[in-house]
């Protein structure tokens, strides 16, 4: 069900780390860099290690993803359950003109 709690540093709510998110994001431009200058012979290596660097990236986003969506369906099955029908009425009687009916 729906937390009151903010999300806490370092993802451990369940969402993403962010700063684990920028340390491989650093790495692969660092990568990206040096890409030029790796011999022949590494550069399956360092492609294979970037290719493995994306994909933790994008399964840390999907997390983060996932974990909205199931807050978005979470908030809104807690919105239908929530009774308006006193705010409609007084938002009536706000707009009903003083000493009389409609």
Do not use: H
């Not at 729906?2 to 994001?25: C, N």
């Not at 990206?32 to 790796?38: I, P, Q, R």
């Not at 919105?79 to 006193?86: A, K, L, N």
């Amino acid at each position: 069900m729906y937390s009151r709690a903010p999300m806490e540093p370092g993802g451990t709510d369940g969402g993403p780390d962010l700063a684990a998110l920028g340390e491989r994001l650093a790495r692969l431009e660092k990568l990206a860099e040096n890409l030029e200058t790796v011999p022949d012979g590494e550069i399956t290596d360092v492609l294979e290690e970037a290719s493995a660097l994306l994909g933790e990236v994008n399964a840390r986003i999907k997390k983060g993803i996932e974990a909205s969506e199931k807050e978005a369906r979470d908030l809104g099955d807690l919105i239908r359950e929530v009774d308006f029908g006193p705010f409609d009425k007084a938002l009536e009687d706000m707009e009903r003109p003083p000493g009389g009916g409609r």
